[in-house]
């Protein structure tokens, strides 16, 4: 025992155990005070799940799940286009449990762009990108943080899906590089820069796996970093903007959650930090059942003389594989490919007006942090038609299109093709 | 109206030259090192192997990515790679043949291309007739090998898909 203390002590010298609980306690408040409010700063409001549905945690705590099971595949992954396949087969069935790793980061992956895209839908609804009663709050700076995230998010879906370098990542890579191929002008140089070849191959394989690692989700922490970051420098949820201001306290008539004194407060456990362990908890609960319950095999390997009859991309990218096969339009003897038309220009386009919603949303101020406020009825009407035609082209293109694109009804059995 | 000193205007101009100098060498190099010096890819003019070997209508070769296309003793290669996004296409040989205008021309087919991933359909000669593909088959050049007398295709010349070469 003697011996093991001296040790210990040899090796922090130097280490004042009591300055050091002073100082990490200072740190713990630091922290906890930028990172999360503490309850003398905020409202109920705020808090309620009524109002946010905490779809943005949700999301950070999926990432961080991606992040965790992606190191793992990535010990046991290898990026090369003879081997990639057979290296995830055998996570798939050699490795104890390395199914359980590989398809909790696939349905991880799945969610992160379902809850994304809720958390998008929340902060349209509710006008959360307005400025409201408050002087300093930018909202659409984060609104555009945002829909970087939301592009971020399926930019790791689609490098994702490639790397397996199977029938359906093979052929959705041949596709995807053909659509910046049709672009006019600059489409081929771009191509063969994305490639470094002329054709799908290693070097394209690993750069797709090097973005996907490393590059894409430097960015993403980055980003959801600036994210939460900017929310606390605007003054917290956009719900309370028009919440009555009481100048002692800052709050709705001083009538904070916790009601204590600052100090006071800190020594408890935050009411956030608590709603932030069960909401961290739930989800991940959540995607491991999900893991559990859902199966995801893997394709047959990539074949570059032949793809499957159908290919289809994933679901997330059916409705994008819609609009390039039925966008070529003709102009004059002229013919515009599909995949620069429904693969560029649309998606272009949509996130350009989602850019732009709060420079040319005039709904009043009292509009900002409320669910569907009468005075944005419009653009919320247009937006949920935006919405679900991609929810319904998506469902079309998964339930009614067989061999050769021809469309099918569901219960109908596909002719055999080659 | 405000004056710039010669010395200063010097120095600003010599900093931005060297500094952007060094920053456009780099910005340089950096996409340039994107850009392999030699690809490890199937080369874009090779034979394909003696007339003899061929059967009549559509022979795929994989490895090029290309149909040859046999009609008697004539010869034509038509691409494989569908013109909308880069799937392979694959001949479909009717059961009957059918005429179709391609053009102005009416043409007699007995097999047509068919494209798995967004539908295209292209007539026997190349032409999209339905599906999104934007442009036709490329057809490319056929010739013979003086040496050992075997075809020989090169992807870099384009040719008209009426064109024919006679063994």
């Known amino acids: 025992m003697g011996v093991w203390n001296r040790l210990s002590d040899k090796i922090v010298s130097g280490w004042d155990a009591a300055a050091s609980l002073q100082k990490s306690d200072a740190i713990d408040r630091i922290f906890w005070i930028h990172f999360i409010p503490t309850d003398n700063d905020v409202t109920r409001e705020s808090y309620s799940i009524r109002y946010s549905l905490y779809l943005g945690t949700i999301v950070a705590v999926i990432f961080t799940i991606l992040c965790a099971t992606g190191f793992m595949q990535m010990m046991r992954y290898v990026p090369s286009v003879e081997r990639a396949y057979w290296s995830v087969k055998d996570l798939q069935f050699i490795y104890p449990f390395g199914w359980f790793i590989r398809d909790l980061h696939r349905i991880s992956a799945y969610l992160m762009i379902v809850f994304v895209v809720l958390h998008l839908c929340r902060t349209f609804y509710t006008g959360a990108f307005k400025k409201g009663g408050r002087k300093k709050t930018n909202g659409w700076i984060n609104w555009m943080t945002g829909i970087l995230l939301l592009v971020l998010t399926l930019a790791m879906a689609f490098t994702g899906y490639v790397l397996p370098w199977d029938q359906v990542g093979f052929w959705g890579a041949t596709i995807g590089t053909n659509i910046i191929k049709s672009i006019p002008v600059i489409g081929d140089w771009l191509r063969y820069f994305v490639l470094g070849g002329n054709e799908l191959g290693q070097n394209f394989l690993i750069r797709i796996y090097a973005v996907h690692v490393l590059l894409l989700p430097l960015l993403t922490v980055l980003f959801i970093s600036y994210h939460f970051w900017r929310n606390r420098k605007d003054g917290g949820m956009a719900c309370e903007d028009n919440l009555p201001v009481d100048t002692a306290q800052g709050t709705e008539s001083g009538q904070t959650v916790s009601g204590l004194q600052k100090d006071e407060a800190l020594k408890r456990t935050p009411m956030f930090l608590k709603r932030l362990i069960w909401v961290s908890l739930a989800t991940t609960a959540f995607a491991i059942l999900l893991t559990l319950f859902v199966s995801l095999p893997l394709n047959a390997p990539a074949n570059p003389v032949m793809a499957e009859n159908p290919a289809k991309a994933p679901w997330f990218l059916l409705w994008l594989q819609e609009l390039v096969a039925s966008t070529t339009i003709s102009v004059g003897q002229y013919r515009i490919n599909g995949g620069f038309v429904g693969g560029m220009v649309i998606p272009g386009l949509l996130l350009t007006w989602l850019a732009l919603v709060p420079f040319f949303d005039n709904s009043p101020p009292e509009a900002t942090g409320v669910w569907f406020h009468r005075s944005r009825l419009r653009q919320n009407i247009l937006f949920t038609i935006i919405l679900l035609a991609i929810i319904c082209l998506i469902f079309f293109t998964y339930f009614c299109r067989g061999p050769n694109w021809v469309f099918f009804w569901p219960w109908e059995v596909w002719p055999e093709v080659h | ?167």
């Open chain 2, 1 to 167: 109206m405000k004056t710039v000193k010669r010395r200063n205007f010097l120095k600003i101009f010599a900093s931005i030259g060297i500094f952007g100098t060094m920053a456009g060498q780099t910005a340089y190099a950096l996409v340039k090192s994107f850009f392999p010096k030699a690809r490890y890819e199937p080369p874009q003019r090779f034979k394909v192997g003696s007339a003899y070997q061929f059967t009549d209508g559509p022979n795929f070769l994989a490895k090029h990515r290309i149909f040859v296309i046999k009609e008697g003793n004539k010869f034509h290669a038509l691409s494989s790679v569908c013109t909308h996004l880069g799937c392979n296409v694959t001949f479909n040989k009717l059961a009957k043949t059918k005429n179709v205008t391609v053009r102005g021309k009416e043409i007699e087919e007995k097999w047509e291309f068919n494209c798995a991933c967004h539908g295209s359909k292209f007539y026997g000669d190349g032409t999209p007739y339905t599906g999104p593909a934007p442009t036709p088959l490329p057809a490319y050049e056929v010739s013979v090998s003086a040496v050992d007398r075997k075809l020989i295709v090169d992807k870099n010349i384009v040719v008209d898909s009426g064109q024919r070469f006679t063994v």
